[in-house]
């Protein structure tokens, strides 16, 4: 069993695609399919269950999985001791990003990562499925770190960075009958029509909590996957929704009040508690923290924390 057969194996079970797997490993897929052909031989067991374009682990592979991840943490870090020899940090960075951050700099951030460390690289991948999708990806492995939208102060087995916080409004056209208020509780807008993300994005997870904690029931009416989008279909009168606050403020607002809530909005960047954070992880993640708190932080402190 070679290194770069276990490389090429979790590329293909985090993808469930040869073709994608063979970029994210920069060779042709021709050579990631007969490294796993040859792999799955040395076991005496498939790994995959081919069916035409598709793929899924077989009870093998989902075996694996978890121990080939081991496996290259391990080699990442005695990569990581012998570069903190030389005084060098390097390595691959997947990490996992909202449609929308607030204040959060993510631009800035990268450029001063690419800048300052330039044997990082960061993969970003922006999140399709929300915030429940993210925390799964970094549990697994499939992401080294994401942004996520958690409304509690923990999550299982994944380790929270706090970032970004700010209110949560209740968006409604200026003809709504609310729009004079300049707070409204969430007993009193409970049987309003509303439009909000999926089940799973942080921002609708945070609302659902807030509701059931009060014991109230609210129907949502439409689902959309932008702020934009919401702000939208709120101006049109077509519903109501509960945005940040922040999102009213760049050009959004025009036609929609904003009236204040009790809920919070938070950013946190989360990379997993049962796996050691790489040396290129954890510069990402202080850089994160400086931005966002001002306050510098060494690689090492993270290290040890």
């Not at 899924?56 to 990569?79: C, F, N, S, Y």
């Not at 300052?116 to 993969?123: A, D, H, L, T």
Request: aromatic fraction near 6%.
């Amino acid at each position: 069993m070679q290194l770069f057969q276990i490389e090429y194996f979790v590329a293909v079970a985090e993808a469930l695609s040869f073709t994608q797997a063979a970029r994210r490993v920069n060779i042709v897929q021709s050579a990631v399919s007969a490294a796993i052909r040859q792999l799955e031989h040395e076991l005496g067991s498939e790994l995959f269950i081919r069916q035409g374009r598709s793929i899924r682990l077989t009870p093998a592979g989902e075996a694996m999985l978890p121990r080939a991840r081991t496996i290259l943490a391990d080699v990442q870090a005695a990569r990581d001791a012998v570069d903190a020899v030389r005084g060098t940090v390097r390595g691959t960075v997947a990490l996992g990003t909202l449609a929308y951050a607030g204040s959060v700099d993510v631009l800035q951030i990268l450029g001063t990562v690419r800048r300052e460390y330039p044997g990082i690289v960061i993969k970003l991948r922006q999140t399709v499925q929300g915030t429940r999708t993210s925390l799964a990806d970094v549990r697994s492995g499939a992401l080294d770190l994401a942004l996520v939208s958690v409304p509690e102060e923990a999550a299982p087995d994944v380790e929270l960075y706090p970032l970004h916080a700010e209110a949560i409004v209740f968006a409604c056209p200026d003809s709504h009958h609310l729009a004079g208020r300049k707070r409204v509780s969430l007993a009193e807008i409970a049987d309003e029509p509303f439009i909000d993300f999926p089940e799973g994005w942080g921002n609708r997870t945070t609302v659902d909590a807030a509701f059931a904690t009060s014991g109230l029931h609210r129907t949502v009416h439409t689902e959309v996957v932008t702020f934009t989008m919401a702000t939208d279909l709120v101006r049109e009168g077509l519903g109501v929704a509960f945005l940040p606050e922040s999102a009213l403020q760049r050009g959004q607002g025009a036609g929609i009040r904003a009236i204040h809530t009790p809920l919070v909005w938070r950013i946190q960047l989360a990379h997993s508690a049962v796996r050691q954070a790489t040396a290129a992880d954890r510069v990402v993640i202080g850089e994160f923290r400086r931005v966002t708190t001002g306050a510098p932080l060494q690689v090492q402190q993270l290290h040890s924390e």
